[in-house]
């Protein structure tokens, strides 16, 4: 990397830190208690490779590359804290000084609008929850090796960039260490590559597939490695189901998450903490909005498929960005902001093209320059206070449940914080709230350990000597002998 172009990168990564400085000097949060705390993640690093042969954190994922990046933490820090939330923000850091490499050899950017795609990813607010949250830190370990692997692939593949065979062994181990980092990962890159392929022909200098026979064998070994690793530690099944809803269901809730997602990735405010989701119909309002984007994607990628190549892999890469956050595989929770954390490298992308659409016209350049200004400062200020709410559960936690009272889990967190605090009340009152059905009358989707939930109610109502609630609860709470 040259010093005219390491100089802006070293300047995004001081942006990215300077924006989430307020994320470290925080305590545990929401899943960090029985992931740290607990110890449910914890693995003692004198025995490095058994991490690679068991589930992770008692769950049915296999992620031993984050169990080992929290067992160096704790070798370290301990269960200190700040120390924690350090390493999530040197690893979004890490991710933003990623981005340029990749939008230049992936998307063919210019340094300065590689490095502009930085300064979105560096700043935009679905970084909030990955960066804030601990136990969230598979999101930027996948993020940060999908994209490495990803941009050694398209300097492998291209005949205007300079590889060797090491280039090909060090794309195949990020590929690797993403593939045991989080479970999107092997689809991210299989999309990312595919469509790389379907449109990078039109205008970049390629190798025929076959001159990269060798590369492709070692992609797939690499491949075959992680399917065998992780059938031994937690087989080859899924271990989650996907929720009781009809067809038109189905895909009507996921339409509506998906508009969800795309607000999310174009507002320079916080997003929601919320995993709470309203079932609907293919008849719904927001469902046509979410249909009416797609169309204007779809369109847009065939109106532009001769025109500039860049668009029409950019909205093909943002389709496959986006993908995992329709739950085809379901996961705990239906919906989250920080499924669409790897998306945002698209978002700067996009912003880098429109800036390239408006250079030449310098009246429109204007608005164009105060548009981007006026959205990163925004970006910049309410991703920064943000990190002031992790300090606790408490305050992490009560805007959300006021926001959106449906927030099962956000009640359960809360009701634990103010139970540890001695405030059994109110702590009653949130673990009643979690447990109680959503009050629209609508279904809702929301993710809640029932019977857990059940079992902390129970001790605080015998804790305040109120017996008859704890023999009804008995009776009616799941699981709970």
């Not at 929850?129 to 291209?158: F, K």
């Not at 689809?187 to 060798?214: C, D, I, M, N, S």
């Not at 329709?326 to 800036?355: C, D, E, K």
């Amino acid at each position: 990397m040259s010093v005219a172009v390491s100089k802006p990168v070293t300047w995004v990564a001081f942006l990215a830190l300077a924006t989430h400085v307020t994320y470290v000097d925080n305590g545990f949060v929401w899943l960090d208690h029985g992931d740290l705390e607990w110890g449910r993640a914890l693995r003692a690093l004198s025995r490095p490779w058994a991490l690679f042969t068991e589930s992770f954190a008692a769950t049915g994922f296999y992620r031993p590359v984050v169990a080992l990046s929290q067992a160096v933490d704790y070798g370290i820090y301990g269960l200190w804290a700040p120390g924690h939330h350090l390493t999530n923000l040197l690893l979004h850091t890490a991710v933003v000084v990623a981005v340029p490499a990749f939008c230049r050899s992936y998307f063919d950017l210019g340094s300065r609008e590689a490095v502009v795609a930085a300064a979105v990813v560096a700043v935009h607010p679905l970084s909030w929850l990955p960066v804030g949250a601990i136990a969230y830190r598979p999101e930027l370990l996948v993020t940060l090796w999908v994209l490495i692997s990803l941009t050694l692939y398209a300097r492998i593949r291209r005949k205007d960039e300079a590889s060797t065979r090491l280039t090909e062994v060090l794309c195949a181990v990020a590929l690797g260490l993403g593939c045991m980092s989080k479970e999107p990962a092997l689809f991210w890159f299989l999309g990312a590559a595919g469509v790389w392929e379907l449109q990078k022909g039109r205008t970049l200098p390629v190798y025929r597939l076959g001159e990269h026979r060798g590369f492709f064998v070692l992609l797939s070994m690499t491949v075959c490695v992680y399917l065998l690793l992780r059938g031994r530690a937690v087989g080859m099944g899924w271990h989650l189901t996907q929720p009781d809803l009809s067809l038109g269901e189905h895909f009507g809730t996921r339409a509506a998450v998906l508009a969800e997602r795309l607000l999310e990735l174009m507002s320079p405010f916080l997003p929601g903490l919320s995993d709470a989701t309203r079932v609907r119909g293919v008849w719904d309002p927001l469902v046509a909005v979410s249909l009416f984007a797609t169309a204007a994607v779809v369109a847009g990628w065939f109106l532009w498929l001769r025109r500039q190549w860049e668009v029409g892999l950019l909205l093909l890469f943002l389709a496959v960005g986006l993908a995992p956050a329709l739950q085809i595989l379901p996961g705990p929770r239906f919906s989250s902001p920080h499924y669409s954390y790897f998306a945002v490298t698209a978002v700067g992308v996009a912003v880098a093209l429109v800036g390239r659409c408006f250079r030449e016209k310098s009246g429109l350049k204007r608005w164009a320059v105060a548009g981007l200004g006026a959205w990163l400062m925004l970006a910049v200020v309410s991703t920064s206070v943000g990190g002031l709410r992790f300090e606790n559960d408490i305050r992490l936690f009560t805007p959300e449940v006021e926001r959106d009272p449906a927030f099962r889990e956000g009640h359960t967190y809360l009701g634990d914080a103010y139970g540890l605090l001695g405030d059994l009340e109110r702590a009653a009152d949130h673990y009643i709230a979690a447990l109680k059905p959503a009050s629209t009358g609508a279904r809702v989707l929301a993710y809640l350990d029932e019977e857990a939930t059940c079992l902390n109610l129970i001790q605080i109502r015998s804790l305040q000597g109120r017996f008859d609630e704890v023999d009804r609860l008995r009776a009616g709470c799941v699981g709970v002998p």
